[in-house]
């Protein structure tokens, strides 16, 4: 285990932002962890740990120590007739671990395919997509413990899961380190295909699912056709959260904008955040070397060049813009370093 003084973090961020950190480190290891905790430089220094980088955006140097969570490794613990448990460590890419189980015909994230950054962010944010969350199938999450050292595991009903939070990034926020994650996943059958957009697209190519791996190529088809690669063109994904209301104010916008679409769901309506951008009349705008991508307003890209501090005040200027029109806040589903 080495740690770097000064490094650049350009590469390890799918903003593709350049920021300087004054302490860097490659996890290689779930034995390094004892060193890395008892090093001066982690000990005396903010902490900040990475995975795909696919969900931060850097505004500023980091006057501290970024850990790459790099641990890789994927098992079946235990399987019966039904179900099977799976042990992936939390530096295996995401869409990594859905083809693997994918491949083995095992249902229950492959609506979760192509979804950016590493396992061990994944609950975290309590990641979704297409009317599926990793809660929907996660048992436990193993963790370490940053201010002794402690391996601990939490298990689902502890970890108070919400919308795209946890308690990971609520009460336990940079108190955890995420070594390994645990899932149960069904051998039989079970598939989520309700979700509007995955209807369509099942329809009009003619697909008849047969196992899961056919949703999740249907799954990356729609995302690859809609979200740009980073690699050609910076941005974190989705960049907001969608916003839920409740019934009053649903109605309420409802009498002003006909063609707003709702979603009811626990009692709460749900409006795509993605829908009043666009409304706003950002979807494709550009300002400088920052803007909405002009097939998806929930994403902000960086068409090269930009600081975090740019692709920040382009999102204010947004979340201005629909408060002035709806009287709603728009929440940033990306963490601002």
Same mark, same amino acid.
């Not at 430089?41 to 140097?61: A, H, I, Q, R």
């Given at each position: 285990?080495?740690?770097?003084?000064?490094?650049?973090?350009?590469k390890l961020n799918t903003f593709g932002v350049s920021a300087q950190t004054k302490f860097f480190v490659e996890l290689n290891n779930e034995n390094d @962890?004892?060193?890395?905790?008892?090093?001066? =430089?982690?000990?005396?220094? *903010?902490? !900040?740990? &990475?995975?795909?980088?696919?969900?931060?955006?850097?505004?500023?140097?980091?006057?501290?120590?970024?850990?790459l969570n790099k641990l890789k490794g994927i098992e079946i613990i235990e399987e019966n007739?039904?179900?099977?448990?799976?042990?992936?460590?939390?530096?295996?890419?995401?869409?990594? @671990?859905?083809?693997?189980?994918?491949?083995? =015909?095992?249902?229950?994230? *492959?609506? !979760?395919? &192509?979804?950016p950054g590493t396992v061990g962010a994944s609950p975290v944010q309590n990641i979704g997509a297409y009317g599926v969350e990793i809660k929907d199938t996660l048992e436990?999450?193993?963790?370490?413990?940053?201010e002794t050292g402690e391996k601990k595991v939490f298990k689902k009903d502890e970890c108070e899961f919400g919308y795209r939070s946890s308690i990971f990034k609520t009460k336990f926020k940079e108190k955890y380190f995420i070594s390994a994650v645990f899932?149960?996943?069904?051998?039989?059958?079970?598939?989520?295909?309700?979700?509007?957009?995955l209807m369509e697209y099942l329809e009009e190519n003619k697909i008849e699912v047969k196992s899961s791996k056919d949703i999740s190529n249907a799954i990356s088809a729609i995302r690859k056709n809609k979200l740009?690669?980073?690699v050609l063109m910076g941005n974190a994904g989705s960049f907001f959260k969608n916003i839920y209301v409740d019934k009053n104010k649903a109605e309420e916008i409802k009498l002003k904008y006909t063609d707003v679409?709702?979603?009811?769901?626990?009692?709460?309506?749900?409006?795509?955040?993605?829908?009043?951008?666009?409304?706003?009349?950002?979807?494709g705008h550009r300002v400088g070397n920052v803007g909405i991508h002009e097939k998806q307003a929930l994403v902000l890209v960086n068409y090269g060049g930009?600081?975090?501090?740019?692709?920040?005040?382009?999102s204010e200027q947004i979340i201005n813009s629909v408060n002035d029109k709806f009287g709603l806040i728009l929440e940033r589903e990306v963490n601002l370093i």
């Open positions: 285990m080495e740690i770097i003084k000064n490094y650049d973090l350009k @962890l004892k060193e890395l905790f008892d090093s001066t =430089e982690f000990k005396n220094n *903010e902490k !900040l740990f &990475l995975g795909g980088g696919s969900n931060v955006l850097f505004t500023k140097d980091f006057d501290g120590i970024v850990v007739s039904e179900n099977v448990l799976i042990r992936s460590m939390g530096g295996e890419n995401w869409n990594d @671990l859905v083809n693997f189980v994918v491949d083995r =015909e095992y249902w229950g994230i *492959e609506n !979760l395919a &192509l979804i436990n999450v193993e963790v370490y413990e940053i899932l149960k996943l069904n051998k039989k059958e079970k598939k989520n295909i309700d979700y509007k957009v740009p690669d980073p679409p709702l979603f009811e769901e626990n009692e709460r309506i749900k409006i795509p955040s993605g829908w009043l951008i666009e409304k706003c009349g950002w979807k930009a600081t975090g501090k740019e692709i920040k005040d382009f």
